[in-house]
T-cell receptor, first 112, second 115 residues
Framework: GENVEQHPSTLSVQEGDSAVIKCTYS??????FPWYKQELGKRPQLIID?????GEKKDQRIAVTLNKTAKHFSLHITETQPEDSAVYFC???????????FGKGTTLSVSS | GAGVSQSPSNKVTEKGKDVELRCDPI?????LYWYRQSLGQGLEFLIY????????KSGLPSDRFSAERTGGSVSTLTIQRTQQEDSAVYLC?????????????FGPGTRLTVL
């Protein structure tokens, strides 16, 4: 079955810096890759997703890149702000709408 | 509109007891998922319901775990003879698989503590 590895487990940056979180997946059939943000004590919320027919997607300060050949995808946050502090999870599935296999999460801390 | 709701929000039980956790998905969502989040861990897939199809139970960790979804809406996750390692936050999510956007919307979770 699918296995998703996520790095780093913790990431500390200064406000205004960029943050990059990387994930790898094992199942070449996976074609849907969402990223979820979970603030302390709250439920996970989707922040961006990408399907395997595109290599990059942007939404304001957030971007995701996908390399199907290498089977890895990354989350890029630019101009980080303290409110970006949270746990970020990457996930993969072989079809949007089916169960997601999650990475173990990255705790991002943005200090002002 | 109302989001995914779960009850109870917290459950403390003794080892060996059975527990039932409830999930109310977003109205009209055909897909429903259960995940488990242990301390410092990611979200572990447990079971997935899609419409009237047979559920995907491939993530259930043992035969002590079962789930059902009645009438294509509310779902109940049952853990029999609970063990301490079952302590975790159990998250339910739902999605509208008919739409192009298959975002999974999560509930607030049930924190289960097995003493």
């Amino acid at each position: 079955g699918e296995n998703v590895e996520q790095h780093p487990s913790t990431l500390s940056v200064q406000e205004g810096d960029s943050a990059v979180i990387k994930c790898t997946y094992s199942d070449s059939a996976s074609n849907y890759f969402p990223w979820y943000k979970q603030e302390l004590g709250k439920r996970p919320q989707l922040i961006i997703d990408i399907r395997s027919n595109v290599g990059e997607k942007k939404d304001q300060r957030i971007a995701v890149t996908l390399n199907k050949t290498a089977k890895h995808f990354s989350l890029h946050i630019t101009e980080t702000q303290p409110e970006d502090s949270a746990v970020y999870f990457c996930a993969a599935s072989n079809q949007a709408g089916t169960a997601l296999i999650f990475g173990k999460g990255t705790t991002l801390s943005v200090s002002s | 509109g109302a989001g995914v709701s779960q009850s109870p929000s917290n459950k403390v039980t003794e080892k060996g007891k059975d527990v039932e956790l409830r999930c109310d998905p977003i109205s009209g969502h055909t897909a429903l998922y259960w995940y488990r989040q242990s301390l410092g861990q990611g979200l572990e897939f447990l079971i997935y319901f899609q419409g009237n199809s047979a559920p995907d139970k491939s993530g259930l960790p043992s035969d002590r775990f079962s789930a059902e979804r009645t009438g294509g809406s509310v779902s109940t996750l049952t853990i029999q003879r609970t063990q301490q390692e079952d302590s975790a936050v159990y998250l339910c999510a739902s999605s509208n698989s008919r739409g192009r956007n298959n975002e999974q919307f999560f509930g607030p979770g049930t924190r289960l503590t097995v003493l």
